[in-house]
T-cell receptor, first 119, second 112 residues
Framework: NAGVTQTPKFRILKIGQSMTLQCAQDMNHNYMYWYRQDPGMGLKLIYYSVGAGITDKGEVPNGYNVSRSTTEDFPLRLELAAPSQTSVYFC??????????????????FGPGTRLTVL | GENVEQHPSTLSVQEGDSAVIKCTYSDSASNYFPWYKQELGKGPQLIIDIRSNVGEKKDQRIAVTLNKTAKHFSLHITETQPEDSAVYFCAASPYNTDKLIFGTGTRLQVFP
């Protein structure tokens, strides 16, 4: 299994441009997540999905959109890039998405990240 | 909502010494606490986790302790090695949610 894959690894955008960050997993996980990581700030949840066709907002959703048409893919869309969106973006997936449950399969598995700079 | 604080932000130890990282959480309903290790240029990787019905869990050189009354949990690494150098994140998951709330991270450096 490749696990969680993300493309591209790096990207530079100009203010106002748009782009889609791709995320795919081959573990048949139900739940997928998008985080952003800023220096000294930990990881903040942007959006998440509990299954195909279902998405919900996290802590910092403004300026982003997501879709989940298949179990495997969970793209993140930036419509009008702003310098405040300069960050490292991580996609993650988990089997049931309920870490509070008893199942050990609730672990979140992370992709390698996309480093985005908006100038 | 849940808030997780993590200390220290940086930690330097000599190889062979122990390292301790502490986190506090605000929501008493949180009941799952994972620890992630992030190496340079990579995504976070789970190294150990603990649920609220357990006070301590060990996995070789790594252990996590949980004090529900005080709402804090700690990561203990014994006999540190240079390959333990990384950024470590704690997290908490409020009961019956699908989310993890992360701490701000600790950069651990182990000097040979």
């Amino acid at each position: 299994n490749a696990g969680v894959t993300q493309t591209p690894k790096f990207r530079i955008l100009k203010i106002g441009q748009s782009m889609t960050l791709q995320c795919a997993q081959d573990m048949n996980h139900n739940y997928m997540y998008w985080y952003r990581q800023d220096p000294g700030m930990g990881l903040k949840l942007i959006y998440y999905s509990v299954g195909a066709g279902i998405t919900d907002k996290g802590e910092v959703p403004n300026g982003y959109n997501v879709s989940r048409s298949t179990t495997e893919d969970f793209p993140l869309r930036l419509e009008l890039a702003a310098p405040s969106q300069t960050s490292v973006y991580f996609c993650a997936s988990s089997y049931s998405g309920r870490p509070s449950g008893a199942a050990s399969t609730d672990t979140q598995y992370f992709g390698p990240g996309t480093r985005l700079t908006v100038l | 909502g849940e808030n997780v604080e993590q200390h220290p932000s940086t930690l330097s130890v000599q190889e062979g010494d122990s390292a301790v990282i502490k986190c506090t959480y605000s929501d008493s309903a949180s009941n799952y606490f994972p620890w992630y290790k992030q190496e340079l240029g990579k995504g976070p990787q789970l190294i150990i986790d603990i649920r609220s019905n357990v006070g301590e869990k060990k996995d070789q050189r790594i252990a996590v302790t949980l004090n529900k009354t005080a709402k804090h949990f700690s990561l203990h690494i014994t006999e540190t090695q240079p390959e333990d150098s990384a950024v470590y994140f704690c997290a908490a998951s409020p009961y019956n949610t699908d989310k993890l709330i992360f701490g701000t991270g600790t950069r651990l450096q182990v000097f040979p």
